[in-house]
Each structure stands twice: as C-alpha cells, then as structure tokens.
C-alpha cells in the first residue's frame, strides 16, 4: 500500500481529528478518485477517509459490523459535514499485492479462495445491508440509461462486444442471481489484509451486504487476472472456493452488470 509523506492533510478536519493528527507523521494513502485516504503515525496506526458529504456513512455502518465479527480493525469515528470523515484503526499486515505474496501465486489464490468461503459461511442475520442485490441492479440500470459508464472497455468489457450485449445480461443476472451470503463487494488483493500468511482483516467495505456470493467470485477471478498478469490461476480459485455451489454462467452475468457498475 503507497504511502506519501504529506506536511499537513490538505482538508480542514474536525476538531477531534485535527488533535490526533498533531505531532505525528501523516501520509497520502489514496488509490481512488472518489476518496481521499491518508494513514496518520500515531498508536499502532489509523486511516482517514474522506469523500463527499453523506457517501460514507454506509461504509463506516458496514466497518462497524464487520469489525463486530472479528473481520476488520476498529472504527473509531464517522462524522458528516462538508465533507464525510471515517477514521479506522489499520489492519496488522500488508495487503496481497505485497511482493511477498504475488511471488507464490498458488499459496496466495487459495489463501484468497479459502478465506473468501469463510466470509460466504458467516451468517448475515444482523448484517444492516441485507437488500445489496436490489441497490446492485437499481445502480447498474441507472448507469445504462445516463450512460454513466466507460464505453472505451469495448469491445471487451468484462467479456461483452457492445453496451446492449451487457444490458441483456443484466437483465438475465436479475433472475439468476439469487444466493443469499455476506459479500465483500469489492474482493480484491488490495481489499484483502494478511500478517505474514495469516488473515488480519478485510478494508474498503463500501459494497458488503447481503447478496449473491458471484458478484465476489467475478471479482476474485479478475483480480488474479490483473494483478498477476495471467489468467492461468481462474480455476484454480474457483477449485479451491469450492465448485459445489458455484455456476460459472452467473459469474459470466456478473461481468454484464459490473459494466454498469
């Protein structure tokens, strides 16, 4: 994980967590557009994230639960202003984009596959995101019909020649996508915490809830794709995730909604 030493965090921040990052180190974290991420030096470490008013507040439910199941760090405070604020202990480790673990991509894609079916077999009674699957469809076809999506993917986004191609997977993935398990929603290497081999916990939780566990195999696949620069080790996940509940078709229609995604 790239980290940049700053003199300051550049956003005016609460009060509370102006303190905390007085006297100590802090660094630019960030990987996406949509958030800002810096790792501030003090205790055994923390991470703030900011991003637009009220786009947080979901995540920082979801960090909470998970943390509840021993599966993340500790969320020490979510505020809403401006701007949206979430500040999290950080999970012991490095993420699997590590060097050493992408130099034994076996070891890595079944530490990945396994502790993947671990998440999926956790029950999800008290999880506050059980309608992930409605929110999934409801923003993928809105993305089609304003065209907010990337069409210079084609003509091979996620396996599909042309939007319409997409949409009418879509439309299939409405009625085939019906497992009910805890999703990560972005699984990812670099959503994935290991100390040494051993799980430490997952980040970026923006997309968990209650779902179809394929929307995490799709994800799982296509990180091993682009993040080892092969698409040798696909099955092998899938082998070690466990076939007996998995339909390679639903994974396929999975990629037809993440065009929209």
């Not at 997977?169 to 915490?193: F, I, Q």
């Amino acid at each position: 994980m790239k980290r940049t030493l700053l003199e300051r965090i550049p956003q005016e921040l609460p009060a509370e967590i102006a303190r905390l990052c007085e006297g100590v180190r802090v660094y630019d974290s960030s990987c996406s557009p949509e958030a800002r991420v810096y790792y501030i030096e003090r205790d055994e470490g923390m991470y703030l994230k900011v991003a637009e008013r009220s786009t947080l507040e979901k995540e920082a439910t979801l960090h909470a639960y998970f943390h509840h199941l021993g599966l993340t760090s500790e969320l020490l405070t979510y505020e809403s202003g401006e701007r949206d604020f979430m500040l999290t202990r950080r999970v012991v480790g490095e993420d699997c984009t590590h060097a050493m673990y992408l130099e034994e991509p076996k070891r890595l894609v079944d530490t990945l596959a396994e502790r993947l079916r671990m998440l999926h077999e956790i029950s999800f009674d008290a999880c506050p995101v059980q309608n992930r699957m409605t929110c999934y469809f409801a923003l993928a076809e809105e993305n089609y019909r304003t065209g907010n999506y990337d069409k210079s993917h084609f003509p091979d986004s996620f396996g599909y020649h042309s939007e319409e191609e997409a949409y009418r997977a879509l439309g299939e993935a409405k009625k085939a996508l019906t497992s009910r398990v805890l999703l990560h929603g972005d699984y990812c290497l670099p959503n994935v915490m290991l100390d040494n081999w051993r799980f430490s916990g997952f980040i970026d939780l923006g997309g968990a809830g209650v779902g179809d566990r394929h929307i995490d195999l799709f994800w799982g696949v296509w990180t091993l794709g682009f993040n080892l620069h092969t698409d040798e080790y696909g099955e092998r996940f899938l082998d070690a995730y466990g076939r007996d509940v998995i339909d390679t078709d639903a994974i396929h229609l999975v990629g037809g909604c993440e065009v929209f995604g």
